[in-house]
């Protein structure tokens, strides 16, 4: 049967988002129900709220999550009810040029449900952010977007997997390759900058340069990794990065921003034949305009890194496993932990740069039952105090 949940969508262009019941069809063929029990808030999602993805409206938003898979429909194999999974939003096809090259982490034909979670007031059809949306106590999915990992991992931490860390580490050691030695700079210190600084001190990088206009920011870097820290509010971190390298510039640098005046600061920061990695992601009318000449004269290589150039299967569980030996600590990516219906406010907390990640307490039963006490703050929704 069909079960109605309390999830949260944006109803139109920066509307302020609600908690609304959804319908949640069983599962298809190939398709998976989930029960959410953690989900971050990251960038993306607010993008969605303000148009910024597309204007299929109304998005059904959150995708960084854990949780439990409850059923799961005809065909599928991989996962089964009760599995513990992050969840995904590139589930690979196996079978598209990329996937028969070997390189699935490119995969041109990724998986969605086929069936669309509705309003439950009007049958309106959701749009779920990234495929998943997350901010609900259940998800429909394809089952491919379930990547099991180890069922000790607090579901606060393990869900940030799904996107921005992901992102970030992978940019700095499947793009980047960042190894041992390498000198790495990385502009813009949120949740994907640090995540990338973050798997450059453990791919074993010895100087790693935060770029940032926010103190704040910068001094969280160091606690992530930064040997070095730059302000470019008031520094250039052109000049910076390369004083800071025996004036060469580093050997790989990330733009985890996405703007043209950040990706010319990556590309002239960079030593000859190093690597530029942009992970940041720009917006449709962002144009950049660099001299051929010194495209072609610095060498290296400039590359994208699409969700960090992620293989889940492989990926999220090796991650869990270094979070769970110390020495990868998702932990310090959580600022706060939140109800379904204060999502509007930690949008407003993301605009102001005082948090790195909110976190979404969807089944507070089920994240407790993990074992972790993290010592941040949980806020109780209006819904909540009054049931």
């Known amino acids: ?24 069809p069983d599962p298809g063929p190939g398709e998976a129900v989930v029960k959410i029990e953690a989900c971050g808030v990251c960038h993306t999602d607010l993008h969605y709220r303000e148009g910024g993805i597309n204007d299929d409206f109304p998005f059904l938003l959150g995708h960084e999550a854990a949780g439990t898979v409850e059923a799961v429909g005809e065909g599928v194999t991989d996962v089964e009810p009760g599995d513990y999974v992050v969840l995904n939003w590139r589930a690979v096809c196996g079978h598209c040029r990329a996937c028969a090259k070997g390189k699935p982490w490119y995969c041109f034909n990724t998986h969605n449900a086929s069936q669309r979670m509705t309003l439950a007031e009007d049958g309106t059809e959701l749009t779920p952010a990234l495929g998943i949306g997350a901010f609900i106590e259940k998800t429909l999915v394809h089952a491919g977007q379930c990547t099991k990992v180890d069922r000790e991992a607090p579901a606060v931490a393990a869900g940030l997997l799904g996107c921005g860390v992901m992102a970030g580490f992978g940019a700095a050691v499947n793009t980047g390759n960042v190894t041992r030695g390498d000198s790495v700079a990385v502009i813009g210190c949120g949740g994907v900058g640090d995540a990338a600084i973050a798997g450059a001190r453990l791919a074993g990088a010895t100087t790693i340069i935060a770029v940032d206009i926010d103190d704040r920011k910068l001094e969280a870097a160091r606690g992530f990794g930064a040997t070095h820290t ?29 703007r043209p005046e950040t990706y010319k600061q990556a590309f002239y920061a960079r030593d000859l034949a190093g690597t530029v990695v942009l992970v940041g992601v720009p917006t449709p009318e962002m144009e950049i305009t660099l001299p051929l000449l010194d495209v072609f004269g610095r060498g290296g290589a400039l590359k994208s890194s699409w969700y960090g150039d992620a293989l889940p299967s492989r990926d999220f569980p090796m991650l869990i496993d270094l979070y769970r030996q110390g020495r990868f600590n998702l932990d310090d990516f959580v600022s706060e932990t939140i109800g379904l219906g204060d999502v509007e406010a930690a949008f407003e907390k993301m605009h102001a740069g005082d948090v790195l990640r909110s976190v979404v307490i969807v089944d507070e039963t089920a994240a407790a039952a993990r074992g972790r006490q993290t010592g941040t703050t949980t806020t109780t929704t209006t819904e909540e105090a009054s049931a």
Not at 14 to 22: K, Q, T, Y
């Open 230 to 258: 730059v302000n470019s509010s008031g520094t250039d971190p052109v000049t910076a990065i390369q004083e800071l390298t025996g004036g060469v510039g580093a050997d790989v640098v990330v733009d985890a921003v996405g």
């Open 1 to 24: 049967m069909p079960s109605t949940v309390k999830g949260v969508i944006a109803r139109s262009k920066g509307a302020d988002v609600e908690v609304v019941d959804v319908v949640v």
